[in-house]
């Protein structure tokens, strides 16, 4: 017996070490999935815990279902002695309006959030979607990030003027919308012209949009979204298979790009702002006009180079009850006029025997919002007050957009805010399985939104930088 006592004692200890090592990496992936330390301490604060409460409120669109989002919004407001107005576009499909009167007329301040949430995945979630369970310092829950969080951080802010119960320089409005995640026909597209009350007075929005590129504990770059690409959604119908198939043929070129390529002046002061943040490509960002005299814009990302194009993406054909039919997606720059696209492509759908059966999604012009702006030069200043050393600067989205197109259509400055820091892995949850946010940056979001407000309602703006 004694023969096998060593070898079976190294087994044994074998086996517990595969085994604890295991249970640690576990563990230590869960911990390192988004940054390489991650606080385990956390402090439920009320913002935090308000939070939770409202991810916990499915409103997942489709089917849409708001209202029990706005009336939580709307209970948090009337508790705070502000009078929030719920407004249904259609039954159940609410948003909820507040708006704090300042002394000035026509340069206010909307803090705009929408209520809905796409649909969560059924499996995949390390938590179930709206639990708003807190693991290892990370709120799991669907809306997180994309925009329960951002509205929360909203929420306070606005409240923090109420309770001052002074009157404003300017009008400060706080609006929950429906619908964002579906296009907004129900939601602020619907309040614009139902309820143009709602926007009366209103220069600025602060909005989702922007982005936090955050590295060890600290955020690298901080982008303000001023603007997005505007999409165009078409079904067209063939009288067959094959000639639909032809026609997706010829549009191929145009998944490149559909015109010359064109640089907006508010693309160049973006790209302009990463380019000392991107190694690889920043010699070809600081100064894309030669960049594409150079015929070097290809060796960009697409995310960079679709913002100087007008680009097409054809989905696959269907036939279908003896109908052939093949949607379109049109993706434009800020300023293109959508019908001229639309006619473009009814031309060369023609020449097959296609017709557009129906325009499913329109959007634009809407221009890109200025930097040169005294919102915009408050939005900096307090970006820099909250995150030290943060380089900040402007954010044109290629592959996104939200409601801040209906507002820029109008004449509203909009700018899109991620207040707290995310990190890439936090990013990649949003649509997908896992959305989360870390429990300690959400409170900096909050912070900083609480300043901005106040610093808009009650001081003197700051010039505008030149």
Not at 122 to 140: E, K, L, R, T
Not at 353 to 372: C, F, M, N, Q, W
Not at 380 to 390: D, L, P
Not at 394 to 418: I, Q
Request: hydrophobic share 40%; glycine share 8%.
């Amino acid at each position: 017996m004694r023969r096998w006592t060593l070898p079976l004692a190294l087994l044994i200890a074998g086996a517990a070490f595969i085994a604890a090592l295991r249970i640690y990496n576990a563990r230590a992936e869960r911990e390192l999935s988004s940054q390489l330390w991650i606080p385990k301490a956390v402090t439920i604060t009320p913002e935090l815990a308000l939070l939770q409460q409202y991810v916990r409120i499915d409103t997942s669109n489709p089917p849409g279902n708001e209202l029990p989002g706005a009336r939580f919004l709307a209970g948090l407001l009337e508790k705070n002695g502000v009078h929030a107005e719920i407004i249904e576009s259609a039954p159940r499909r609410a948003s909820v309006y507040a708006r704090i009167a300042g002394r000035q007329r026509g340069d206010g301040l909307l803090l705009l959030n929408h209520i809905d949430v796409v649909p969560a995945p059924a499996s995949g979630w390390s938590h179930p979607p709206f639990a708003a369970a807190i693991d290892v310092n990370q709120m799991y829950g669907r809306g997180t990030l994309d925009m329960k969080g951002i509205a929360i951080c909203e929420l306070m802010a606005f409240i923090d003027v109420a309770r001052m119960h002074r009157t404003p320089e300017r009008d400060i409005v706080f609006l929950g919308v429906a619908d964002e995640e579906t296009g907004g026909t129900l939601g602020t597209a619907w309040l614009l012209e139902h309820r143009p009350d709602v926007f009366a007075g209103i220069r600025y929005a602060i909005n989702e949009g922007g982005i936090t590129e955050t590295t060890s504990e600290s955020i690298s770059y901080f982008g303000i979204e001023t603007g997005t690409k505007m999409t165009v959604r078409l079904r067209l119908r063939g009288r067959d298979r094959q000639s639909m198939q032809a026609l997706r043929i010829a549009l191929e070129p145009f998944i490149v790009r559909i015109d010359a390529d064109r640089v907006l002046p508010q693309v160049r002061e973006f790209l302009h702002d990463v380019a000392p943040l991107r190694i690889e490509q920043g010699q070809y960002l600081q100064d894309i006009d030669r960049t594409i005299a150079t015929g070097k814009l290809w060796l960009l990302p697409p995310g960079y180079r679709e913002l100087t194009q007008n680009v097409l993406w054809p989905e696959a054909v269907e036939t279908n009850a003896g109908a052939t039919t093949m949607n379109v997606n049109l993706f434009n720059l800020p300023d293109e006029d959508p019908d001229a696209r639309i006619a473009w492509l009814r031309g060369v759908a023609a020449r097959y025997g296609v017709t557009i059966d129906e325009v499913l999604e329109k959007s634009g012009p809407a221009p890109v919002s200025s930097r040169h702006t005294p919102m915009f030069a408050l939005l900096t200043s307090e970006v820099k007050r909250q995150y030290a050393g943060t380089r900040t600067g402007t954010e044109v989205l290629a592959a996104w957009y939200n409601d801040s197109r209906y507002l820029r259509a109008r004449g509203v400055e909009a700018y899109g805010l991620m207040p707290f820091p995310t990190d890439w892995y936090q990013t990649q949850g949003i649509h997908s399985v896992d959305e989360r946010l870390r429990a300690d940056w959400f409170g900096s979001g909050v912070a900083l939104l609480r300043r901005v407000t106040s610093r808009f309602a009650f001081e003197p703006l700051p010039p505008p930088a030149v």
